[in-house]
């Protein structure tokens, strides 16, 4: 009986290790068939790796526009601020910092407040900065791009009452009875 129950666990084990080699030889195999079944378009596009599809490429200049032009705007704050509210280290929490009171993420804002008072940047800017944000109106909770806007505007000057990245506040709100962005 032992020797029954023992031969059939081998011819089992067999049977597996012979089903899962079959497997691993047939997906070694998928590759090649796959090549050989593309169009001719896409075995030219394969052969050249250097060559990338539009939509890649597009994004990747967009990428790099978007690193350029944060740059710039930390070149702009060095020139335009004083030391301790233009270095790179003190617009990058400061613009958090106030991106974050804006939102009412106070935990959050503290604990950046902690770094940005380290790094020994201006607090007087920051405050400044945020009553420029304030004092702007309302901005419409999904558009990131001009809370972003606004942000680097009041960074950059606190004192202006609008920026050019935010719009001015004209007579559409007369008009239309909505607080402008």
């Not at 740059?71 to 060095?78: F, K, T």
């Not at 929490?93 to 939102?103: Q, V």
């Not at 604990?111 to 901005?139: N, T, W």
Request: charged share 25%.
């Amino acid at each position: 009986m032992r020797l029954a129950y023992c031969t059939a666990a081998i011819l089992l084990a067999g049977g597996l290790l012979s089903n899962s080699v079959s497997i691993a030889m047939a997906e070694e195999a998928k590759p090649d068939q796959q090549a050989e079944q593309k169009p001719p378009e896409q075995k030219a596009e394969a052969k050249d790796g250097d060559q990338k599809p539009a939509d890649q490429a597009t994004a990747e200049q967009q990428a790099e526009a978007r690193i350029r032009q944060e740059i710039e705007q930390y070149r702009d704050a060095a020139a335009a601020l004083s030391p301790t509210a233009g270095a790179p280290e003190c617009v990058w929490t400061g613009r958090r910092i106030a991106t974050l009171l804006w939102r009412d993420d106070m935990d959050t804002a503290l604990r950046y407040i902690g770094l940005y008072d380290r790094f020994g940047c201006s607090s007087q800017h920051l405050k400044l900065a945020f009553r420029c944000m304030v004092e702007q109106g309302p901005i419409d909770p999904k558009a990131q791009d001009r809370l972003a806007a606004r942000v680097q505007g009041c960074w950059l000057d606190p004192q202006g009452l609008t920026t050019t990245a935010t719009g001015t506040a004209g007579g559409s709100t007369a008009r239309s009875g909505t607080i402008p962005n």
